[in-house]
């Protein structure tokens, strides 16, 4: 399977997944074919530029309107022909056209137990509720924000000494693993949508 990876920060995430192709790249099922991002100069884009990858970016103030940003992405995206699209750190809410070109193909990473802490601020959210358990959650993007149909989740303990930082670090640890594993299972096995429920074989 062709993977489009999309980035916004270190990009520890596709990191993951790049080390996992490489370490099995017959057996992993996928290779990513490119990486985008939202802005320029953060490491991800480093990261794949140092694994030898096509990269693009593609910013919101380069277009007139949100509406023209979402479909720049969506077609700079198709150009690589993804079979999926994996959503890694990416810190931008994608639109209608990316939707209606990739809907059911789009994996996002995000590091809360959804439904509880949506939004770009999970961590910090479950930090301040007091929540003694949280995590990451691997689940297909729809047209809400962190609400599309659960793949998987994994459970991190909170510490009462916790830090957002230091908090969202082990999260990553799980994430990283759950995400790999999730993209290879979706790249080979396949997989089927049904409502809310995520039918793997
Ligand atoms: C991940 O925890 C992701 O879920 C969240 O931001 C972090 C990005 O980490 N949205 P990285 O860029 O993959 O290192």
Not at 97 to 123: D, E, I, Q, W, Y
């Amino acid at each position: 399977a062709r993977l489009v990876v999309l980035v916004s920060g270190s990009g520890t995430n596709l990191q993951a997944l790049l080390d996992a192709i490489a370490a099995d790249p017959d057996g992993y099922g996928a290779r990513i074919v490119a990486v985008g991002a939202d802005r320029d100069g953060i490491v991800g884009l480093e990261r794949a530029e140092k694994a030898g990858l096509p990269t693009f970016v593609c910013r919101v103030k380069d277009h007139p309107t949100r509406d023209a940003w979402d479909l720049a992405l969506a077609e700079a995206t198709a150009a690589y022909d993804p079979d999926l699209v994996v959503s890694a750190g990416f810190m931008k809410i994608v639109g209608k056209h990316f939707l209606a070109r990739f809907g059911g193909k789009v994996v996002n990473t995000h590091p809360a137990l959804l439904p509880s802490f949506p939004g770009a601020h999970g961590v910090r959210d479950a930090l301040a509720y007091g929540a003694k358990v949280t995590g990451c959650t691997v689940h297909f993007v729809d047209d809400g924000v962190d609400t599309g149909p659960i793949i998987a989740q994994g459970v991190v303990e909170v510490r009462a000494d916790d830090t957002e930082d230091a908090l969202h670090e082990r999260i990553k640890e799980v994430e990283r693993r759950l995400l790999v594993d999730v993209v290879g299972r979706l790249a080979r096995d396949g997989y089927r949508i049904e409502g809310r429920k995520v039918l793997l074989p």
